[in-house]
């Protein structure tokens, strides 16, 4: 396993995780429902952050890796699952939502590993949809674990939520995209099993 500052980076992102449910579920840390917003929006823009820096320095200095590029996005998905079931949980998100986000993200890595193994990943790498998605995903909760107005105007639940319904949206229409450039993949290599059955 390499080991270099984007991996480190990541790890980092995978141990935050707990912190952002630890802060509500821990009596002994003795926050109120404000502090407990304010620190798990902290703790949760700091690992988005990692996220950003560790693709950054990892092209920069030419140190990517097949590990780190499968550890990554599972510590992408970890952070975002992990922060829906604490907002599900403060009925600050409906249970929907979250099941449609967390759902996509389980079929979209199932299909792209599958892709790998006959040969087509590229069919479904990460599209504009897909990075506009994450964009609204990755503003919209920080906004809802706050859940206040910030500087005063700005009503973070109401943004919070209508930009989680837009990543929602944009959600389920990146998985269509992505099974519909999947699909010719998949008719052939079904077309391929059934030669081989035959011969």
Do not use: C
């Not at 990541?10 to 620190?39: C, D, S």
């Not at 998605?133 to 005063?152: C, E, N, R, S, V």
């Not at 319904?165 to 099974?179: H, Q």
Request: hydrophobic share 55%; aromatic share 12%; net charge positive.
């Amino acid at each position: 396993m390499p080991f270099n500052i984007p991996i480190l980076l990541t790890w980092l992102r995978v141990a935050l995780i707990p912190l952002v449910v630890g802060v509500y579920y821990l009596p002994e840390i003795g926050l109120n429902r404000y502090e407990q917003g304010i620190a798990a929006t902290a703790i949760f823009i700091v690992a988005a952050a990692t996220d950003w820096f560790d693709g950054f320095l990892a092209r920069r200095w030419n140190q990517t890796s097949a590990f780190g590029a499968f550890l990554d996005p599972v510590a992408d998905k970890l952070m975002v699952t992990g922060a829906l079931l604490v907002l599900v949980h403060l009925d600050r998100v409906h249970p929907v939502i979250a099941f449609v986000i967390i759902g996509r993200e389980i079929a979209i890595s199932a299909l792209r590993e599958w892709m790998a193994q006959i040969g087509a990943s590229k069919s479904v790498a990460v599209s504009s949809l897909g990075k506009i998605k994450t964009t609204a995903q990755m503003i919209a909760i920080p906004m809802l674990l706050y859940y206040d107005h910030l500087f005063g105007f700005i009503d973070t639940r109401l943004w919070g939520s209508l930009l989680l319904l837009v990543a929602a949206v944009l959600t389920v229409w990146s998985m269509l995209y992505y099974l519909r450039r999947a699909m010719p993949m998949i008719k052939d290599a079904d077309a391929e099993n059934r030669k081989k059955i035959i011969k």
